[in-house]
């Protein structure tokens, strides 16, 4: 057995450049007790495994511009991972 340790979210640690992530719902706004902040989180897939991914603003920006304001829209799009000075960008793969 491989047990898997990489958690439920969506993190550069755990991401290699090139992955391909698949938004799988509209998301929902939550509060994080941890960061004492309000989010908005997706669920996506990465290889076989749902994780939650909160996109900061220039990723949500940018899904917006490729797929439209309504996050409705974007389930069953995916996107690919860079790492670029040690930040994680996407690409919406069109």
Same mark, same amino acid.
């Given at each position: 057995?491989?047990?898997?340790?990489?958690?439920?979210?969506?993190?550069?640690?755990? #991401?290699?450049?090139?992955?391909?992530?698949?938004?799988?719902?509209? /998301?929902? #706004?939550?509060? &994080?007790?941890?960061? *004492?902040? #309000?989010?908005?989180?997706?669920? !996506?897939? *990465?290889?076989?495994?749902?994780?939650?991914? &909160?996109?900061? /603003?220039?990723? =949500?920006?940018?899904? +917006?511009?490729?797929? /439209? *304001?309504?996050?409705?829209?974007?389930? =069953?799009?995916?996107? +690919?991972?860079?790492?670029? &000075?040690? &930040?994680?960008?996407?690409?919406?793969? !069109?």
């Amino acid at each position: 057995m491989i047990p898997d340790f990489s958690g439920e979210f969506l993190k550069y640690d755990e #991401t290699e450049d090139g992955d391909i992530c698949e938004i799988i719902d509209e /998301g929902k #706004t939550e509060y &994080s007790d941890a960061l *004492k902040k #309000t989010m908005f989180n997706l669920k !996506v897939k *990465k290889n076989d495994k749902i994780l939650t991914w &909160s996109p900061n /603003g220039e990723a =949500g920006k940018l899904l +917006q511009k490729t797929w /439209g *304001k309504d996050t409705k829209d974007w389930i =069953g799009h995916k996107f +690919q991972i860079f790492h670029i &000075s040690n &930040s994680m960008k996407i690409k919406p793969i !069109v």
